[in-house]
């Protein structure tokens, strides 16, 4: 078999996933070459938003057999271009710490009564519905009359609502007359 240089890098483009090793004898003819191989590892690449705020940069989040091996900035995204920040680029952990599992994420609401040391467990009917019954009866019992707005309540957004969540928790917040909003992000 006979190579010139064009074909050559046809030959060693198309070999990409093989081991490309070729031997030659000083005419150029190939004497020998190895076997194609097959990639063995599978990796699956998806395309996602950061879950942390609501800059909402795009990643690629790269997955092997249910385990996330790597998470970048999506190139082809017009927020972020390619970057992420460090809380985006710890993403997995919410999956899985050190390749295992996460099991410190919590799944079920934790409720510490005042004056407790301890917190329980209880189900996300109970929380909201004691929530907002103390949100009226707390707004009821401080309510300014003349200024439309109570001050016995705050409200401290999260890093990991996005924007609709952070302008649904605003409006929620300004037609109950809470004038205290806060976030952690500030962005
Ligand atoms: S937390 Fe960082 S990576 Fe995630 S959306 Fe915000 S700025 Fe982007």
């Not at 030959?11 to 070729?22: E, M, P």
């Not at 439309?148 to 609709?164: P, Q, S, V």
Request: with cysteine; aromatic share 6%.
């Amino acid at each position: 078999m006979r190579l010139n240089r064009r074909d050559f890098l046809k030959f060693s483009g198309a070999g990409i996933g093989a081991a490309a090793v070729l031997t030659f004898d000083t005419k150029g003819i190939v004497i020998a070459a190895p076997k194609e191989l097959q990639l063995k590892t599978r990796v699956k690449e998806t395309a996602t938003i950061c879950c942390y705020c609501s800059v909402g940069c795009g990643a690629i989040v790269a997955d092997y057999e249910d385990g996330i091996i790597k998470i970048e900035g999506n190139p082809d995204h017009p927020v972020n271009e390619g970057s992420l920040c460090p809380k985006g680029l710890a993403m997995a952990q919410i999956h899985q710490v050190n390749g295992k599992p996460n099991t410190y994420r919590l799944t079920t609401p934790l409720y510490r009564a005042p004056n407790s040391a301890d917190w329980e467990e209880k189900s996300w009917g109970w929380m909201i519905n004691t929530i907002a019954q103390r949100v009226k009866s707390t707004r009821d019992a401080s309510w300014n009359e003349a200024m439309g707005r109570t001050d016995a309540i705050a409200c401290l957004g999260g890093g990991e609502l996005d924007n609709e969540e952070c302008y649904l928790l605003a409006k929620m917040n300004r037609a109950l007359g809470v004038v205290y909003l806060e976030h952690c992000a500030r962005l």
